[in-house]
């Protein structure tokens, strides 16, 4: 698989009931995890830990569900750095972006001089998102930033919708069998797109696999934008992994209704969730689900 995956010597250790042990050294394959530099017009962003790949939809889906563009047409271009290492390297570990109308910071006014761009209070800075932003795995929306400041910029009218618990129960096992970086690894994190069918069920549309749970999700929603379909205003996504307040903020940017997990969410996601009437289910296992946030519809 590339740079998706490695391999490393491991050693395994069985404990016997005696408390004696033994142990075995063979080859294991691991997931990769390399730094993501994102420069816009030159200027560094941020920086995240991901699994290499999808990189260009990685970018479009943190700068929109962050606020910094509104359309694909915002960027120009994307592409890696050319640059190398000392030892003549590319690491294909820095990304350019260009964007023609800058980031939302400041502009010129006919003399000349910078004045702020009117943004609104609530739209994120470059200077302000570089603070919010972590250089680690965790990065997202800044954590003291509030749930009222950040409805505030949803790009989206939001109208949300019930779900069938039948139906979605089956997802998860739908999702893990395209799952291929973690059935090698166990170290990926899975963020699907599915899309409601005629027959009152889901098909899988998209499926994005990363280190960070964050980053899979903006895989899929720079796949979206990329693609001319958001707002995914029909669509649902089913992570992998727990449903933090960040994963619930990108699918609300995205106009996407609901989310199931298959771990527990977290109580700013579950606030978040339930002030816009979004859709949020966790535990979910072949035979039930925790809905914390949202509506059931028949399973008729």
Same mark, same amino acid.
């Given at each position: ?62 700068? @929109? ?74 990065? *997202? ?61 889901? !098909? ?13 999700? !903006?895989?899929?929603? *720079? ?31 995205? *106009? ?22 979004? @859709? ?21």
């Amino acid at each position: 698989m590339g740079r998706i995956t490695t391999g490393f010597p491991v050693t395994q250790v069985e404990i016997h009931a005696d408390g004696r042990y033994g142990t075995d050294t063979r080859a294991d394959t691991v997931i990769v995890e390399e730094p993501l530099e994102i420069r816009v017009n030159g200027t560094s962003l941020t920086t995240t830990m991901r699994t290499p790949g999808h990189d260009i939809e990685l970018a479009h889906g943190f700068l @929109f569900s962050e606020g910094l563009i509104a359309s694909k047409e915002d960027i120009s271009t994307a592409r890696y750095c050319a640059g190398t290492t000392p030892d003549g390297v590319n690491t294909y570990n820095v990304l350019d972006i260009d964007m023609p109308h800058g980031l939302p910071e400041e502009t010129a006014d006919t003399a000349g001089a910078a004045q702020p761009i009117a943004l609104g209070a609530d739209i994120p800075t470059i200077d302000a998102l570089k603070r919010c932003t972590l250089t680690t795995s965790a990065c *997202g929306v800044c954590g003291t930033a509030s749930i009222e400041q950040l409805t505030k910029r949803l790009p989206f009218a939001f109208t949300p919708q019930a779900f069938n618990p039948a139906a979605l129960v089956k997802l998860p096992a739908v999702a893990r069998k395209q799952q291929v970086a973690f059935r090698k690894t166990g170290g990926s994190h899975a963020a699907s797109l599915f899309l409601p069918t005629d027959n009152g069920g889901f !098909d899988l549309h998209l499926l994005r696999e990363d280190v960070g749970r964050h980053n899979a999700l !903006d895989k899929v929603i *720079g796949s979206l934008l990329l693609e001319d379909a958001l707002p995914a205003r029909d669509a649902l996504i089913v992570m992998s992994s727990r449903a933090s307040f960040e994963l619930v903020q990108k699918a609300l940017m995205a *106009g996407i209704p609901g989310l199931v997990a298959v771990g527990a969410p977290t109580s700013l996601a579950v606030e978040l969730a339930r002030s816009e009437g979004f @859709f949020l289910a966790g535990f979910a296992k072949p035979d039930r689900l925790n809905v914390y946030s949202g509506e059931l519809s028949s399973t008729a």
